[in-house]
């Protein structure tokens, strides 16, 4: 049996916030070890909104929505990356775990959101 979409959603985005959580939270060079964890999380992220977008907008605003998808994940990488490094100069690098983690913590809850307001309107 195959694991579906919303469960592998789901423990990606829990992986992201865990390995987010040990390069924020752990000591010195260790905090690396976060890293692959949390690479490891987000590399299904995006395939598995775009494969659940149909069940999420219905089939007539899968396109318009997976094209404004593609659209956020190009202007938001550089944007976030952008604003990352201005505070990271202005309040040290210390903040760039702070930062990832509370990205992560906020796409986890947005899918959570999201993949509940789901449900019910399937109903």
Do not use: K, Q
């Amino acid at each position: 049996d195959s694991v579906p979409p919303t469960a592998v959603l789901e423990g990606s985005c829990l992986l992201l916030v865990a390995g987010t959580a040990m390069f924020w939270l752990l000591p010195g060079a260790s905090a690396v070890a976060g890293l692959p964890v949390a690479g490891l999380g987000s590399a299904a992220i995006f395939p598995m909104l775009v494969a659940l977008t149909p069940a999420r907008v219905g089939a007539t605003g899968t396109g318009r929505a997976v094209g404004a998808s593609i659209a956020a994940a190009g202007l938001g990488g550089p944007v976030a990356v952008a604003v990352f490094g201005v505070m990271a100069a202005h309040l040290g690098i210390g903040v760039l775990g702070v930062c990832l983690f509370s990205a992560a913590v906020a796409m986890y809850g947005v899918n959570r959101v999201l993949t509940t307001v789901t449900r019910r309107l399937a109903r």
